[in-house]
């Protein structure tokens, strides 16, 4: 999608921003922020959304992990295991993730926040450090040492947030190509 919008608006520029969905939001709510694209499809106040597309949930293991070879996972075959994330986003929505998922009455899931990047929680993982989560698109990150498998029947729906008051035509634009695509696929 920016890829196409830059050849259609090469004069526009993009800056992206890294951040959790409260701080995008906040930041759309401002008018810091034009158009966010978060995981979910709770309304947020002062905020029109749409969900616009969803993606598969991937367990990411070590290529030596005794699962690997299994081409599908369900939860209750990594319910033991230990989890890593970053303490940056979106570690604390993966954690959160994990333990609507995994945590049952009297028991917690084994989860490890590390103050590492994504590239470098995928080398723990290498490492036989733990298990992560990811969605479908950060999938085409192949590191060696590492292996994707989807969990059955999981999926995230991805939002797009805006602010009514925001009359960015600019931003208008970026909205309905993401809109078009996200019909298309």
Known sequence: MLKTYHEQYPEIEIHLKDANP???????????????????SQPHEGCESEVLWHERVFAVLPESHPLAPQQLLEWSLIQDERFLVSESAPGPEIYDYLVQHLATLGRRPDIHTHKVSRDNLLALVATRHGLTITSEATTGAQLPGIVYRPIWGESLPFSAVWSPQNDNPACRRLLSMARTMAENT
């Open 22 to 40: 409260a701080e995008h939001v906040a930041a759309v709510r401002n008018l810091r922020l034009d158009l966010a694209f978060i995981t979910g």
